[in-house]
């Protein structure tokens, strides 16, 4: 069998880790979980979760199609997720009386009071950041902006 030569390449900018957004994205998302997942265990809820339950704060009563919209996932990727919540009683799955292949989710008691415990976790969020509400609200645009062009070439 022949010996193996080295690679020799030559240095190549663009395609540094460091000058990728991709990667800024990405390591950015990372921390941002590891920074909500001790918030969110007082609440119980994992980080997928508490999204899921942030849609469901907002307007009670969907479809599971319309959360995997909100949530830009499929819907048969949320199905554990949401079994898990109902099993912690914190939603309710229910087939829709007009369609039963439609499943709507209607939050409990308990899930509606999870709301006000949840209350403080963006303002954790802002100090951990160090930057302005404005500031912070300017990224985000910037990032919906960025979404939305990325996914005009799907």
Known sequence: MP?????RLEPCSELELDHQLCFALYSTSL???????PLLKGLGL??????????????????????????LTDPGSLTPLLKRLEAD??????????????????LTGKGCDLREEARQIP??????SEKSIEALNHLKQELVQLRT???KTE
């Not at 303002?123 to 951990?128: G, K, Q, W």
């Open 31 to 37: 921390a941002m979980t590891k920074l909500y997942k």
């Open 46 to 71: 994992t980080y997928p979760q508490y999204l899921a339950m942030l849609v469901l704060w907002q307007q009670d009563g969907i479809t599971v199609g319309t959360l995997s919209k909100r949530l």
């Open 149 to 151: 062009n990325l996914q």
């Open 89 to 106: 009683q914190l939603l309710v799955r229910q087939r829709s009386r007009q369609d039963e292949r439609i499943v709507e989710l209607f």
């Open 123 to 128: 303002d954790c969020v802002v100090s951990a």
């Open 3 to 7: 010996a193996l030569e080295p690679c």
